[in-house]
């Protein structure tokens, strides 16, 4: 009965351990996903105009105007930037999304990765040890990206993508990560980077954006393209980090709910065990006594 008794004593120990460790992480999140999520609420409206301005623009352009970031060719070579976390603990984020990359392959690029031809950049370490492990094709040049986030940093992983776009190393690229709603809801996406997507034209609406351009058009547009292509890939990138501090709070969030329920069912079976064990000392001294006046 001793041996039981300090059996759940220890199980008690560890439970609250665990619980001070799941509370402590739940705080850091928390802290942490208020500057991610200024972060990602800040530049969402700058660079849904921007790919909007840049969608419109691909859109009514005229035919002397040589888009190679907006050509649609047949896709023979696919390459998917998946956006996941460095560490875990943070629920079923990281599995979702690798779930999600799973799938878009398995739907929409089954006969390019049956030839080799699906290609993964990965940002963030889970998911590349994730899709490594399955027998993809990754690379692991940008997955150190959220260990020191910046502009600059993502920036390159864009310019990267574009450039070999543009070299026809790939026909398709496609970010594949988190969109940030909440703390305890995400959207898991996977959307389109290049070719750059056009605005589907309203039969009800037959009219051209109003665009004037200064300096020359051509120039314009080459320098503008990549910097937004830029802005849309640090957005993904930002989403994928609030939603990540935001999954991690709620998973230790409920861990520590689960704690607590734990600890209040190993206390009840304490005290029941304490209670037989002094059931069973009574009984054994009234047995003695019984014994001696006898």
């Known amino acids: 009965m001793a041996g039981q008794l300090k059996e759940v004593r220890n199980r008690i120990k560890s439970v609250q351990s665990t619980q ?3 509370k402590a992480m739940k705080m850091v999140s928390a802290a942490k996903l208020r500057r991610a999520q200024d972060a990602i609420t800040q530049m969402r409206p700058y660079a849904q105009k921007l790919q909007e301005m840049l969608s419109n623009i691909v859109s ?7 888009l190679k970031l907006a050509e649609n060719r047949p896709v023979e070579k696919v390459l998917l930037i998946v956006v996941t976390s460095d560490r875990g603990l943070c629920g079923a984020y990281n599995s979702n999304i690798i779930k999600l990359a799973k799938s878009t392959i ?6 390019q990765y049956q030839k080799g031809n699906v ?6 370490k889970k998911g590349w040890e994730a899709l490594t492990k399955a027998g993809y094709k990754t690379s692991d040049t940008f997955k150190d990206i959220f260990q020191q986030l910046s502009f600059t940093n993502v ?15 790939f026909d398709a690229v496609e970010i594949i990560y988190s969109h940030f ?4 809801t995400q959207t898991f996406i996977a959307e389109p980077f290049l070719p750059i997507p056009k605005v589907e034209s309203n039969t009800n609406i037959n009219k051209k954006s109003d665009f004037i351009f200064e300096p020359n058009k051509d120039e314009l547009i080459a320098e503008l393209m990549p910097k937004i292509l830029n802005t849309q890939l640090y957005k993904a990138v930002l989403d994928g980090n609030a939603s990540e501090h935001g999954a991690r709070m709620t998973a230790m969030d409920k861990a ?10 190993l206390k009840i079976s304490y005290n029941r065990a304490r209670q037989a064990a002094i059931t069973t000392e009574l009984t054994e001294i009234v047995g003695g006594a019984a014994a001696l006046q006898g």
């Open 106 to 111: 398995d739907q929409k690029y089954s006969t």
């Open 60 to 66: 009514n352009i005229d035919g002397d105007t040589e």
């Open 256 to 265: 520590s709910d689960n704690a607590n329920e734990l600890l209040k069912t």
């Open 155 to 169: 920036q390159a992983a864009a310019q990267a993508a574009t450039k070999a776009f543009e070299n026809n190393e």
């Open 20 to 22: 001070q460790i799941t």
């Open 181 to 184: 709603k909440n703390a305890a």
């Open 119 to 124: 290609a993964i950049w990965n940002i963030g």
